[in-house]
């Protein structure tokens, strides 16, 4: 059974860091693409980062160049840094796997950004 935990979210005031962990079970991360998505208040829940099995990455232009995605194989864990946080990061973040055994979701973990 595959899921997907994320945690790491907070309250934070605009300008600061947090750094979001999403830990894997039933499946290899590197053997899949992942991904962030941020879901605002009222809003859909809207890609902002993946990472391929190549380890090739992408980013939305909302966030190119303030935050990072990374992947530890061993710990079989994606991360999030978020810099430079700004009070439209604020929502639920969600990660997601996709890959041949299907397409699977965390939780989410709430992130407030405040000024």
């Known amino acids: 059974q595959v899921r997907l935990v994320e945690s790491g979210g907070g309250l934070v005031q605009a300008g600061g860091s947090l750094r979001l962990s999403c830990v894997v079970s039933?499946?290899?991360?590197?053997?899949?693409?992942m991904a962030w998505y941020r879901q605002a208040p009222g809003k859909q829940r809207d890609l902002i980062t993946q990472?391929?099995?190549?380890?090739?990455?992408n980013y939305a232009d909302s966030v190119k160049g303030r935050f990072t995605i990374s992947r530890d194989n061993a710990k079989n864990t994606v991360y999030l840094q978020m810099n430079s946080l700004k009070l439209e990061d604020t929502g639920v973040y969600y990660c997601?796997?996709?890959?041949?055994?299907?397409?699977?979701w965390g939780q989410g973990t709430q992130v407030t950004v405040s000024s």
């Open positions: 997601r796997s996709t890959g041949r055994i299907g397409d699977y």
């Open positions: 039933g499946t290899i991360v590197s053997f899949n693409g």
């Open positions: 990472i391929t099995g190549d380890g090739t990455t």
